[in-house]
């Protein structure tokens, strides 16, 4: 019992921090919760996005809220729901595709190859220019977009709510890009919106969890997405608070260079490098780092390159192309 409370403790501190930044950028916080679970509590990979599921949810529900009290209100309701038509069928089809993969470092790798690009896209963000929240929800119009575009919109939700599902990650990482490139939405909108379309993508891949598993498999799991959840609720509420207040692009910067680690790790790519009989766990350590400073130090350097070939004077505000 003095066991379960500790691990409950330690994931209810851990995931006050994932929500809030959860929250800032419109994920689930799967992306860092699926990984911790496999590599610091050694759920399966099948296992691990249940509870990731699960806590999705808690964030989703806190953040949607705090958003929802923010005047004025950044959350688009008719688009938020009208990509609920697919995420919940995606998150639902995710589900059932992760149970028919039984070996689980074919699952580890799936995580790894599907997140890598999040965490490279949150390196490589940009500033943009600051856009009227006000005037963008008011003359926001589906009339106005075609049928086309609203169909590729549907689409990226259906690939969402398979990532939520399959993954365990909510499935904002692919959502808010969608409402951002597709819908044209500033990042504002489309993280409020995300965390709002979230909580139904959620609630139906955890229900298809438990009818899938049993309460046997389930319940287990329960108590890791609950304590998970518990710490997401109270971040899902800083989080909103403190969006416009901080610089979010450094905020991507550093959330992608600490997420390329546990995706390394994750994958064991250190130890089939220099330790492929799994003999040392300082060793296999050792190339997990190697490989994640091998990334994150080009990243680093082309970054400040960039940032010496700005034009002076520069704002804030200016668009970077």
């Not at 403190?242 to 790519?269: D, E, H, S, T, Y």
């Not at 994640?292 to 990243?299: D, G, H, K």
Request: some cysteine; glycine content about 12%.
């Amino acid at each position: 019992m003095q066991v379960l409370f500790t691990e409950a403790l330690i994931l209810i501190v851990f995931a006050i921090g994932v929500g809030t930044l959860s929250s800032m950028v419109g994920i689930g916080g799967g992306i860092i919760n699926t990984p911790l679970l496999i590599i610091a509590f050694g759920l399966l990979a099948i296992s691990a996005p249940v509870a990731a599921l699960i806590a999705a949810f808690f964030v989703a529900v806190a953040s949607t809220v705090a958003y929802w009290r923010q005047k004025p209100r950044p959350i688009a309701l008719k688009v938020g729901l009208f990509l609920a038509i697919t995420t919940i069928p995606g998150s639902l089809i995710g589900v059932a595709l992760r149970t028919l993969i039984t070996d689980d470092y074919i699952l580890r790798l799936i995580f790894g190859i599907t997140l890598f690009p999040v965490a490279l896209k949150m390196l490589l963000a940009k500033k943009r220019r600051n856009e009227d929240i006000v005037s963008k929800i008011a003359a926001f119009d589906f009339s106005q977009l075609s049928r086309g575009r609203l169909a590729i919109t549907l689409l990226g939700g259906f690939v969402g709510g398979v990532a939520a599902g399959l993954l365990g990650i909510g499935g904002g990482a692919i959502v808010v890009p969608v409402l951002c490139i597709l819908l044209g939405l500033p990042m504002h909108i489309a993280v409020a919106t995300s965390m709002f379309t979230m909580m139904f993508t959620a609630t139906a891949g955890t229900g298809m969890n438990y009818l899938t598993l049993g309460p046997e498999q389930f319940y287990p799991l329960l108590l890791y997405g609950l304590s998970l959840g518990a710490g997401m609720v109270i971040g899902g509420q800083i989080g909103p608070r403190i969006a416009r207040k901080i610089n979010a692009v450094q905020l991507k910067q550093v959330f992608g260079l600490i997420l390329v680690f546990p995706l390394v790790k994750m994958m064991q790519l250190g130890q089939f490098w220099l330790d492929p009989m799994g003999e040392s766990f300082l060793i296999a350590t050792l190339g997990d780092l190697i490989i994640w400073l091998a990334i994150v130090l080009p990243i680093g350097l082309l970054k400040l390159f960039q940032i010496r070939r700005q034009i002076p004077g520069t704002t804030e505000n200016d668009t970077t192309p």
